[in-house]
Nanobody
């Protein structure tokens, strides 16, 4: 059984930082592309940032220069470092994994990913 478990969410003030972690089990981690999505109340789930199995990355314009993604294949863990957080970053953050090839233009489509975590809440106060 594949499991993705996120951790690290919480409440932070504007301008603060958080690091989210997502640890996977039940899959060949180093062969999977990984991404972080987020969903704010009343909004659709949106792709935030992505890392391929080879280490290539993509990110949404709204987080460029503030968020970075990294992976530790030895620990089966993907990280999301979030700096200079803004109230509009408030959302539930989900990690996702996919074994099949994801084309560059499709990295932010939720339908491309087979496996999902349960999510972790990030709240940024103004």
């Amino acid at each position: 059984e594949v499991q993705l478990v996120e951790s690290g969410g919480g409440l932070v003030q504007t301008g603060g930082s958080l690091r989210l972690s997502c640890t996977a089990s039940g899959l060949t981690f180093d062969e999977h592309s990984l991404a972080w999505f987020r969903q704010a109340p009343g909004k659709e789930r949106e792709g935030v940032i992505y890392i391929s199995s080879e280490g290539g990355t993509h990110s949404a314009d709204s987080v460029k220069g503030r968020f970075t993604i990294s992976r530790d294949n030895a620990k089966n863990t993907v990280y999301l470092q979030m700096n200079n957080l803004k109230p509009e970053d408030t959302a539930i953050y989900f990690c996702a994994a996919e074994w099949a090839t994801i084309y560059d233009e499709d990295w932010n489509k939720a339908s491309e990913y087979e496996y999902w975590g349960q999510g972790t809440q990030v709240t940024v106060s103004s």
